[in-house]
Nanobody, 116 residues
Framework: QVQLVESGGGLVQAGGSLRLSCVAS?????????MAWHRQAPGKQRELVAD???????NYADSVKGRFTISRDNGKKTVYLQMNSLKPEDTAVYYC?????????WGQGTQVTVSS
């Protein structure tokens, strides 16, 4: 079993910054896993925001390129999402995700609200 716990969400004004964290626990070789952040806004489908491979290669949605940075600390089994220049359209529940033995694991999500 794998558990993912996100934190760091909150209410911020447009142009502000937040840093999300996701801590993994359980039977997971964290350092070997691709970790991802997804988000889901009200009435919209869940979408990939960014991911990072075990070698540190990163991938971003076009909508967040240049504003968001994903990183990881394998010693702490933690993946981060630094979000700068936030926009109201970034408002969503942000989820951490990984997979293990062919099964997807999701965190409970953390709410990010950006006011205009």
């Amino acid at each position: 079993q794998v558990q993912l716990v996100e934190s760091g969400g909150g209410l911020v004004q447009a142009g502000g910054s937040l840093r999300l964290s996701c801590v993994a626990s359980g039977s997971i070789y964290f350092s070997m896993k691709t970790m991802a952040w997804h988000r889901q806004a009200p009435g919209k489908q869940r979408e990939l925001v960014a991911d990072i491979t075990n070698s540190g290669r990163t991938n971003y949605a076009d909508s967040v390129k240049g504003r968001f940075t994903i990183s990881r600390d394998n010693g702490k089994k933690t993946v981060y999402l630094q979000m700068n220049s936030l926009k109201p359209e970034d408002t969503a529940v942000y989820y951490c995700k990984t997979d293990d033995w062919g099964r997807d694991y999701w965190g409970q999500g953390t709410q990010v609200t950006v006011s205009s």
